[in-house]
């Protein structure tokens, strides 16, 4: 109901705000909620429902025919200037970002896992009685850094890709409703395929750890085990987050379309706030993490010397990852 609630809200922007309109909108409203529930109790699916309600009742003109009224330019109004997208549009906006959630996942994962070599040659030396010193420390060092510049790299090319779209998210959209209806049917596609992916991040997230707890309990004293389990949560977080950001980055853009949520018209202007608790709850989950994973692998191991390498990058990665989100969700400090 709240789809229809905020698409009777872009209709209208376009109207005076007088008794007689806002009258009429609410009779609207009225026929427009009967007419859902009754194809709900016909059988309909929800997008079903929304999308013939849209179409029997989506004709402004009529409306405006019916109230004797003009529409009025939007600086009048003081409104948010209207767009109107084609499908095609659409299909580009919508493919585009998919490509970029997808791209940004895989520098994110990359971020992740760049230490992961660093870790293992490390634990081979310890168990060979030697220090990550000479060749081996090389090869580590080069691999996280090379991992991470072509992350850093990923990040540049396709957050400049994402800004393009960035004026979609302070618009007020406007689609006729072959296209609407297209929209929420990738809509309800996605939404399943990310619960899938929330599913399947969360289970990798907890079962990344058991290898590492297993080891503290039953070889305390094994370095190069140590290192392995290690190795497996990164590698296995660094999945996780792949589907997360992949489903959630994807998934925005059809909030965008149709205008929900935080890209509601009433909305847009209180957003900044939600995105900076937002940001300030990422950063203490994220460095949270850091510093149990530390803990854990510091108390475990003792290798104070080498546990210590996390804090850089731990470091190096949450400017990654704050760039990035900050640059998908249109926050500005």
């Given at each position: 109901?709240?789809?229809?609630?905020?698409?009777?809200?872009?209709?209208?922007?376009?109207?005076?705000?007088?008794?007689?309109?806002?009258?009429?909108?609410?009779?609207?409203?009225?026929?427009m909620?009967?007419?859902?529930?009754?194809?709900?109790?016909?059988?309909?699916s929800?997008?079903?429902?929304?999308?013939?309600?849209?179409?029997?009742?989506?004709?402004?003109?009529?409306?405006?025919?019916?109230?004797?009224l003009q529409?009025?330019?939007?600086?009048?109004?003081?409104?948010?200037e209207?767009?109107?997208?084609?499908?095609?549009?659409?299909?580009?906006?919508v493919?585009?970002?998919?490509?970029?959630?997808?791209?940004?996942?895989?520098?994110?994962?990359?971020?992740?896992?760049?230490?992961?070599?660093?870790?293992?040659?490390?634990?081979?030396?310890?168990?060979?009685?030697?220090?990550?010193?000479?060749?081996?420390?090389?090869?580590?060092?080069?691999?996280?850094?090379?991992?991470?510049?072509?992350?850093?790299?990923?990040?540049?090319?396709?957050g400049?890709?994402?800004?393009?779209?960035?004026?979609?998210?302070?618009?007020?959209?406007?689609?006729?409703?072959?296209?609407?209806?297209?929209?929420?049917?990738?809509?309800?596609q996605h939404?399943?395929?990310?619960?899938?992916?929330l599913?399947?991040?969360?289970?990798?997230?907890?079962?990344?750890?058991?290898?590492?707890?297993?080891?503290?309990?039953?070889?305390e004293?094994?370095?190069l085990l140590?290192?392995?389990?290690?190795?497996?949560?990164?590698?296995?977080?660094?999945?996780?987050?792949?589907?997360?950001?992949?489903?959630?980055?994807?998934?925005?853009?059809?909030?965008?379309?149709?205008?929900?949520?935080?890209?509601?018209?009433?909305?847009?202007?209180?957003s900044?706030?939600?995105?900076k608790?937002?940001?300030?709850?990422?950063?203490?989950?994220?460095?949270?993490?850091?510093?149990?994973?530390?803990?854990?692998?510091?108390?475990?191991?003792?290798?104070?010397?080498?546990?210590?390498?996390?804090?850089?990058?731990?470091?190096?990665?949450?400017?990654?990852?704050?760039?990035?989100?900050k640059?998908?969700?249109g926050?500005?400090?």
């Open positions: 109901m709240e789809t229809i609630r905020t698409y009777l809200d872009n209709m209208f922007l376009q109207l005076p705000d007088t008794p007689e309109v806002r009258r009429a909108k609410e009779e609207l409203l009225g026929m909620e009967d007419k859902y529930f009754e194809l709900k109790s016909q059988g309909k929800e997008n079903e429902a929304i999308g013939m309600v849209i179409a029997d009742f989506g004709n402004m003109d009529e409306i405006v025919k019916e109230l004797g529409e009025i330019p939007r600086e009048e109004t003081g409104g948010p209207g767009l109107f997208l084609s499908m095609d549009e659409v299909k580009d906006y493919s585009g970002m998919g490509t970029c959630a997808r791209m940004i996942g895989v520098g994110v994962t990359l971020c992740i896992w760049s230490p992961i070599l660093f870790f293992f040659l490390g634990g081979l030396s310890e168990s060979l009685g030697g220090r990550m010193e000479g060749p081996l420390g090389f090869v580590g060092f080069a691999f996280m850094l090379v991992m991470i510049a072509a992350a850093v790299g990923i990040f540049i090319l396709y400049t890709r994402i800004d393009k779209y960035q004026y979609l998210k302070k618009a007020v959209i406007h689609m006729d409703v072959p296209t609407e209806v297209m929209v929420r049917q990738g809509k309800e939404k399943a395929t990310f619960t899938m992916q599913v399947v991040g969360v289970a990798l997230c907890i079962i990344s750890v058991l290898p590492l707890l297993a080891v503290g309990m039953m070889f004293d094994n370095d140590g290192c392995i389990a290690l190795c497996i949560l990164l590698f296995l977080v660094g999945i996780a987050v792949f589907l997360f950001v992949d489903g959630g980055v994807g998934g925005e853009c059809y909030k965008v379309l149709l205008q929900e949520e935080e890209f509601a018209p009433s909305r847009k202007k209180k900044h706030k939600a995105k608790k937002a940001m300030e709850r990422i950063s203490s989950v994220y460095w949270g993490v850091i510093t149990c994973v530390y803990l854990i692998w510091s108390f475990q191991t003792m290798m104070w010397w080498k546990t210590w390498l996390i804090w850089p990058v731990a470091g190096v990665l949450y400017a990654a990852i704050e760039g990035v989100i640059g998908l969700i926050y500005d400090d």
